[in-house]
């Protein structure tokens, strides 16, 4: 993995929630086909930013600008169609439908006729719907689940579900995918597997930003690492700075053991 050109700039980023402030004059910079480990303790501010860039969130202060263009204030649907795409902590498919079905539905932001037509395959839209088929397919072979296609996803395992969730964001066309605790309840071989497939995410110059609570499976994929506590930044450096660095250590409690952990099946911190 090679990171390329920086197309996400994010400068002085604050966010209040009354007295609180979750999110303090945060400033980071995300590069092409990078993978970048957002880590810290609880409390520390990392899903706030996730949001925040997300448009979940409006910001209180500061900037976040794609190619050089401010996109704080666009809605959330603006911003997955502009190629910022995320998955959450838990599995979130449409029940009812097949796991072909839900990867086409993360493909919404790049139809030109509209998701029902398209899903209905009525009119025009049946070229655009074969064209979708064939995508999900390919997005289904690349994270291992060709023989589910078919499945109703309440069929799949967590793990399996786990792999949809990455499939449907790869369907959005990303340019950035933030993975919010990917691991969390995988097996270790599930976790292997998921390694495999982030970095083939970066090979293909798509950017990955990873909270995550096992260090072992972060700090094995991640190229830069930006750590957060009490809302601020208080590292941004290479995975084996970050292992060895006061400030963080100090952040985790002084758990120096967890944070430079480096055996085959560690879990970390919490991040």
Do not use: W
């Amino acid at each position: 993995m090679t990171a390329g050109k920086t197309f996400i700039e994010i400068s002085n980023l604050s966010k209040r929630f009354g007295g609180l402030t979750a999110v303090d004059d945060v400033d980071f910079e995300v590069r092409e086909g990078e993978v970048l480990g957002l880590i810290g303790p609880n409390g520390a501010g990392k899903s706030t930013t996730f949001n925040l860039i997300c448009g979940y969130y409006p910001a209180n202060t500061g900037s976040i600008r794609l190619d050089g263009k401010e996109i704080i204030g666009q809605p959330p649907h603006k911003i997955a169609a502009l190629g910022i795409m995320r998955t959450f902590q838990h599995n979130m498919p449409f029940e009812g439908m097949s796991v072909t079905e839900n990867v086409m539905v993360g493909a919404h932001t790049t139809l030109h006729g509209g998701l029902i037509p398209v899903l209905l395959g009525t009119g025009r839209a049946r070229s655009e719907e074969r064209a979708l088929r064939k995508k999900a397919d390919e997005l289904i072979d690349f994270v291992g689940l060709s023989e589910e296609r078919d499945t109703p996803v309440t069929s799949l395992s967590f793990g399996q579900g786990r792999l949809l969730e990455t499939a449907r964001a790869l369907a959005g066309e990303p340019r950035l995918i933030l993975f919010d605790e990917p691991a969390a309840g995988l097996t270790p071989s599930e976790c292997v597997r998921l390694s495999e497939i982030i970095r083939g995410i970066a090979d293909r110059g798509i950017a990955v930003l990873l909270i995550e609570h096992d260090m072992h499976f972060l700090m094995s994929l991640a190229e830069r690492v930006v750590v957060l506590n009490f809302g601020s930044k208080i590292a941004d450096a290479l995975p084996q700075d970050i292992r060895n660095n006061p400030a963080v250590i100090q952040a985790y409690l002084g758990d120096a053991a967890v944070i430079g952990a480096d055996t085959e099946n560690g879990s970390g911190a919490d991040a």
